[in-house]
C-alpha cells in the first residue's frame, strides 16, 4: 500500500489521505471543473465527496447540481473517472428531511449514477440517519446495490456510533467508512465514541470540515473573544487559535495545513475531506502531510479547544 494511503475495507481501494470535497462544486465551467478535479487527483486526492442534495445551497441551481456538475466532468474527461473513487451519498429528501427507505434510497441511488455518468459509485453511504426506517431495511437495500453492481462499498454519514452498530447488525457488505464533522474545533468525534468505533469495525473516518468551514482561518487570536460574542455557535476559542498559530510557525506552515495534521493525527488514521475550490490551496494543504504533531501538541490542542486541562 502506499505510504499514508488508507484502504476502504479489507482489500478494498486504497485512498488518499486527504479528499477532494465537492459541496461547493457549484460552478458550471467544464474546463474550470475539470481543471479542479485533475489538481486534486496530482496531489493524491483520489477520493471525490459529493452527495446527491449538494447544490441546494452554497449558489447550486438545486438539489443534484453538484453531482451532474461533476457528471459532466466525467462525460468531457472520462480519464479523470479511472483514476477516482468516486463517494456519493443519498437519503435527504427535502423537505421531509429524510428518507431511507428501500424505494427512496434505490431510486437516490439511481438518480445519483445517472447525474454523475457512471455505471458504478466506489462509496455509496446513508448521509443522515433516517430513525423512522428500521435498520435492517436501510441494510437489504445497500446489499442489494452492492449485489447489483451499481455500488462497490457502503458507509454512513453522521451516524452515531449506536446506529452505526444497529445498521452493521443486518448488512452482509461491511461499513467500510462513517463521515463525521471533526476538526480541532469540533471533537465530538473524538469524545462520543465514533473514531473508538473506527478502531473496532475498521472504518475510515472521513472528516468533513476538517477546517471547521473556514472559522478556523477567519478568525485570529486578538479578536477572538468578540468574534465568540458574536458567532451563534459560540466561535473558535481564542487560546485554540494562538496554540494553532504558535504550531504553524515551528513547522513553518499555514494555521490550515496544521488544522488538517491534528486530523490525520488520530491512530484511526482518518481522511480530511478539503472543500477549498482553488487548485492552489488543494497544493498549499498538501503541506499537512509533512507536518510532525507530537502527543504533547495534540494534547495542547485539545486542550485549547475545550478550554481546560484534561483531568
Known sequence: MRAGARRLGPGGVEIGPLALGLWRFTGTDVGQNAALVEAGLELGMNLADTADVYGLDWGG??????EENLGAVLRARPDLRDRM??????GIVPPVPYDS????MRSACEASLARLATDRIDLYQVHRPDMFTHPAEVAHTLDGLVADGLVGAVGVSNYTPAQTRA???????PLVSTQPEY??????????????????????????SPLAGGRLMAESPLDGEQLMAQSPDGGVRPELLATLDRLAEREGVDRAAV???FVLAHPTAPVAIVGTQQPERLN????ALGVQLDRNDVYDIVEASEGQPLP
Open 167 to 173: 445498521l452493521a447488525a443486518h448488512l452482509d457488505a
Open 101 to 104: 427507505g428501500a424505494a427512496a
Open 259 to 261: 488544522c488538517v495534521a
Open 183 to 208: 476538526s480541532a474545533a469540533c471533537l465530538d468525534a473524538l469524545r462520543d465514541g465514533t473514531l473508538d468505533l473506527c478502531s473496532e469495525m475498521g472504518m475510515v473516518p472521513l472528516a468533513w
Open 61 to 66: 441551481t438545486g438539489f443534484g447540481s453538484c
Open 284 to 287: 498549499a494543504l498538501q503541506a
Open 85 to 90: 473513487v468516486l463517494a456519493t451519498k443519498g
